[in-house]
Structure formats: structure tokens, C-alpha cells
């Protein structure tokens, strides 16, 4: 597999660890999109687009986000820490929707998306640039950052 394009949006705030969304194409033919550059600890990630878990209540089945207290439909409490733990006991609140299955490709994705943004920042700092065209997903950090 080859990326043939990585596009790059940058996010204007510039307090905010998320960084830019990006849309990696493969062999010119398959788009990935809402990968996410985040700034961690030892530099910038690059984050597979991922979806937020839920369950359903006990009581009443409606359908409720991993870390909320009450039930939406019902209102009845729902249970603390009840996400799934990770190999370091982190809560496991998020799923990858698309994910390289070997460290191989996560290297080849990491390297060429961190590349692109990088030039990005450049461009972005030249005089009338132009940001690239693209919806924006939602704006939470998955909770992968190492
Ligand atoms: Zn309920």
C-alpha cells in the first residue's frame, strides 16, 4: 500500500493540543478521513479516526455515552467506571473505526501524515494561503495518547 495524498487542516486554536484533521488517500484509491494530529508529550501523534463507545441502560435500554452519570432517556444513575479497561487500566471510551493492523504501515501513516502537516505549517505561514476544503469532525481528543 501506498499513500498517494495526505491532505491537512489546520485547527486555529492554538491552545488546544488538537492540532490539524487530515484525509490520507491509498494507492489513489481509498480516502481516510478525521485522522487527527494531536501534540502529545514526546511530539505529535497521529490518531486514527475513532468513535465514541456507549452502552445501553438497565433499566429502561436507552443508548448512553461511557462517562455519563444518569440515563438520557430515563434519568435513572448509571454505574461509575463501567468502560472497559485498557492493558494500562485507562477507560476504554473510544474505538478506531480504521487502523493500520502492523507497526509497519502505523510508521509509513505516521511518517507521511506528520510530513504533510509539518509542510502545512510552513505554507500556512506564507502570505495569502489558502487552508484545503474540509468538514470538520468532531473535536475530541481520543483518549490514545502515549
Ligand atoms: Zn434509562
Known amino acids: 500500500m501506498e499513500i498517494s495524498e495526505v491532505r491537512v487542516k489546520l485547527v486555529a486554536n492554538k491552545d488546544d493540543r488538537l492540532k490539524a484533521f487530515c484525509s490520507v488517500t491509498m494507492d489513489n484509491e481509498f480516502v481516510v478521513r ?16 475513532s468513535r ?3 452502552d445501553h441502560c438497565e433499566k429502561c435500554g436507552g443508548k448512553n455515552h461511557l462517562r455519563a452519570k444518569f440515563c438520557n432517556n430515563c434519568g435513572a444513575p448509571l454505574p461509575e467506571n463501567r468502560a472497559k479497561k485498557d492493558i ?8 478506531d473505526i480504521a487502523h493500520p493492523i502492523n507497526s509497519e504501515c502505523r510508521r509509513k501513516i505516521q511518517e507521511k501524515v506528520t510530513a504533510a502537516f509539518k509542510k502545512e505549517m510552513e505554507e500556512s505561514k506564507q502570505p495569502g494561503y489558502k487552508p484545503v476544503e474540509m468538514d470538520e469532525p468532531d473535536d ?7
Open 52 to 54: 465514541k463507545m456507549s
Open 140 to 146: 475530541e481528543i481520543p483518549e490514545v495518547i502515549s
Open 88 to 95: 494500562k487500566g485507562r477507560m476504554k471510551l473510544h474505538a
Open 34 to 49: 478525521d485522522i487527527k494530529i494531536i501534540e502529545g508529550v514526546g511530539g505529535f501523534f497521529v490518531a486514527m479516526p
